[in-house]
């Protein structure tokens, strides 16, 4: 089986996620992917698997075009994704959702005839067994864990004699057990043909189980790279070295001790230590976007004490952690904070500000400062729908300075925006730094961490495995 992506690429609106990408992946090879966050590792995923359609260039399958190529198509050519999110329905059974996406493939009747039943039931439990897993299949899949939920989906794909499988940024947060268990299918998959894109953020997991490896920088494949002849030092040099986006870094002393939390824990997270002070920026690698791995769930969610000030504090959702002076931006922040049918100025003022009741001159006037600062060529009264995405972020950053706080959280803030746009927020929270306010930015971007971190924690499995002072020197240990 031979699978090749000619000269793609993909835009949204003015945003280029891929810039003329050309690859070639061939049946019995894993394929690892690592780069820059936002270069085009998960469109180049979404590409190959029908679920976006590329602006330009072709795919071919066996020397074969793929005409309208979709994930319906793509599924039934044997092109399977296994993401993060997970795909499993939450209120069927595991057995349900395994006997439901191998019909769909198959074409069979949607709950397949007893004979197809019995045949992929009979199926998945030798792998079950192969696999050492011992579970109880007539429970709903949202009693697993996200880990096992990601393991029941690769098996499921495994009964499809599949041909191509990516696999998206499973083994984030993913148990040692489960691990073992993601080492053992890819191994079994790749022995009987089918090629595999593994994409993730932690490279020492793409050294481990790749055979190639390429590297994606602004979107674009800048190399392919035979994973025997290289280690992990020499690819994270390539990458230091090809990445322009760096964010600028600006030196402080840290001063007074502002925030911190001591022994959070929760099922996942173990003894969760960190302290941020005035005018530092805390990094923190290897946190889940979700669940109880994430930093909204440690703390809002978990158990451990929290001090302010020296003074501990009980923060259980976020309005508690605004009255503390804590102010939370993650991932969703659009989705959760934005109103889509209001005006820039309706979005960018916190009630803080609004219940001074100040004239429309002058709250246009906060506003049109802002905007200028955020050089955003917009009116107060502009819909803020009107704005790209980094745009928007951008206004709700305005509006989290407003609320003035004194420990600001970024949580994967820069995801799926655009490099200007990236630097502009991390002007801003260098500015912050400026002004002695705490910040902690979360994120598994190597190059946003390390460019611009005092201090960066690495968690693993739940757990803190480093503390490190990043200085120039110290740049490496991130990827260890």
């Known amino acids: ?181 993601l080492d053992k299918i890819i191994k079994d998959l790749a022995c009987a043909g089918s090629a595999i ?7 020492e997991s793409i050294m481990k189980r790749s055979d190639v490896i390429g590297i994606l920088v602004e979107n674009q494949v800048i190399d392919m790279m035979d994973a025997s002849a290289v280690n992990a030092e020499s690819v994270m040099d390539t990458l230091l070295r090809l990445s322009k986006e760096k964010p600028p870094k600006i030196l402080l002393r840290p001063q007074a001790m502002i925030f911190e939390m001591k022994h959070i824990h929760n099922t996942i997270i173990e003894d969760f230590s960190i302290e941020v002070r005035e005018g530092e920026i805390v990094g923190i690698l290897g946190l889940d976007k979700e669940g109880d791995a994430s930093f909204t769930n440690i703390l809002f969610q978990s158990k451990g004490v929290k001090f302010f000030r020296g003074k501990e504090v009980k923060i259980g959702m976020p309005q508690e ?80 300075i407003l609320s003035e706080g004194e420990i600001y959280v970024f949580d994967r803030l820069t995801d799926n925006i655009d490099v200007i746009s990236r630097i502009d927020i991390y002007n801003i929270i260098n500015e912050l730094k400026r002004n002695g306010k705490g910040i902690v930015l979360i994120s598994n971007d190597f190059n946003e961490i390390f460019g611009i971190s005092d201090i960066v924690y690495k968690v693993k499995e739940g757990k803190i495995i480093q503390k490190i002072n990043n200085d120039k020197q110290n740049d490496k240990k991130l990827y260890r």
């Open 321 to 400: 952690a605004a009255d503390s002076g804590v102010i939370l931006l993650d991932a969703n922040v659009i989705q959760n904070y934005m109103f889509m049918n209001s005006s820039i100025r309706e979005n960018m003022l916190p009630y803080s500000i609004l219940k001074k009741h100040l004239s429309d001159e002058l709250l246009n006037e906060i506003c049109r400062r802002y905007l200028k600062k955020l050089a955003i060529t917009a009116g107060p009264e502009d819909k803020i729908e009107e704005l790209s995405t980094g745009q928007q972020k951008k206004i709700l950053i305005a509006k989290s």
């Open 1 to 181: 089986m031979i699978f090749t992506m000619a000269e793609v690429s993909k835009r949204y609106c003015d945003n280029v996620v891929l810039e003329h990408v050309s690859m070639k992946i061939e049946g019995g090879k894993v394929y690892g992917l690592t780069g820059d966050n936002g270069g085009g590792k998960s469109t180049i995923a979404n590409i190959v698997c029908g679920v976006v359609a590329p602006d330009e260039g072709s795919l071919m399958m066996d020397g074969k075009r793929c005409i309208n190529w979709n994930i319906k198509k793509a599924m039934r050519e044997g092109v399977f994704l296994v993401a993060h999110e997970t795909t499993m329905l939450p209120y069927l059974s595991v057995e349900e959702n395994i006997l439901l996406g191998i019909n769909f493939v198959k074409r069979n009747p949607i709950w397949g005839t007893f004979i197809h039943r019995m045949k992929y039931k009979k199926k998945y439990k030798e792998l079950l067994k192969r696999y050492g897993i011992t579970l109880d299949t007539s429970v709903t899949s949202i009693r697993l864990s996200r880990s096992m939920q990601n393991i029941m989906e690769l098996i499921r794909v495994q009964i499809c004699n599949p041909k191509i499988v990516v696999i998206d940024e499973v083994d984030t947060n993913m148990d040692v057990d489960s691990q073992k268990v």
């Open 197 to 203: 894109i593994y994409i993730s953020h932690n490279l």
